[in-house]
């Protein structure tokens, strides 16, 4: 049967659940997924994280730093929210320095910058669109001016629109999602890579998409495999300067891209598939990205992390 979500609000609650209706005309309860989430949408990419219902969780209070980025300056796109902000925030207590990149999303940008300077931490926020070359040249050369170097690169900002068919995807759409997912690092890495030393990192965040074909995210994809092929040939060719080049392959975690991309109905079950059978918390993310910036990881190059709750095994 297929389920739908019917708004059934009893004694000011909603159950946010899944109902079918036979032919009999009787209503059935989906038991078949667990239900996490409320519906929700947000005409716009990206998406705000201060919108969501429930909020992210993206700091795991009981994780303690113990100084494995100390002094070193990290440039994360997308840094403003989701999987971006946690990343920020663990970098932090880590002891390094983080320039958050991040398209027009003001208030969450300035929500994360007043989130890290509570935990002591270093901030610099840039603004603009990195499908624009001479923006990722100005940011790289902000973040050399304000402190002297770049240590890590993680390229995480992208957006994704769901469409039901490859004829639904306009060559409009098509070379927006190219250009903002993997046009973007290839800018980015190029210019940030003249002040990349011995021991550097480099991150890009692919998806567990490309691994499985999600079939309504064909554009977002073919972007996503393109950077897994982008990790793959950099960290060959930057191998004998020790400069490190992995990706992770998030699965399904509850951030402003998945309100942002999905029709409302979907929301109340991503990530139930999965044999963990819920979407993760952006936290959960955070110390994979850690590691791979640290000297933890110093043998590790090329690689592509996969943490999706047991959804595909890499």
Known sequence: MD????YNKVNN??????????????????????????????RRQPGFEYLMKPRPIFDNPNYKGCSKLKDKVAIITGGDSGIGRAVAVSFVKEGAKV?????????????????????GGTCLLIRGDLKDYNFCEKVVNETVKSFNRIDILVNNAGVQFQQKSLLDISNKQF????????????????????????????????????????PELIDYVTSKGAIVG?????????ADKNIRVNAVAPGYFWT????????????????????????????????IFVYLASNDSSYVTGQVMHINGGLFKG
Request: glycine fraction near 6%; charged fraction near 25%.
């Open 3 to 6: 389920y739908k979500y019917y």
């Open 13 to 42: 609650h909603d159950d946010y659940g899944f109902k079918g209706i036979t032919k009999d005309g009787y209503g059935l309860k989906c038991t078949k997924f667990k239900l996490s989430f409320p519906p929700q949408e947000q």
């Open 99 to 119: 320039v958050i990149v991040y398209f027009d999303e003001d208030k969450d940008a300035l929500e994360t910058k007043k989130y890290l300077e509570s935990l």
């Open 175 to 214: 070379d927006y999602t190219m250009k903002t997912n993997i046009y973007s690092i290839f800018y980015l890495t190029k210019c940030a890579l003249k002040y990349m030393k011995s021991g550097a990192s480099i991150i890009n965040v692919t998806s567990v998409t490309t691994f499985y074909g999600e």
């Open 230 to 238: 982008f990790t793959r040939a950099l960290a060959t060719n930057l």
């Open 256 to 287: 402003p891209l998945q309100p942002a991309c999905w029709e409302g109905a979907k929301i109340p079950t991503l990530g139930a598939d999965a044999p963990m059978k819920r979407a993760g918390e952006t936290y959960e993310l955070a110390p």
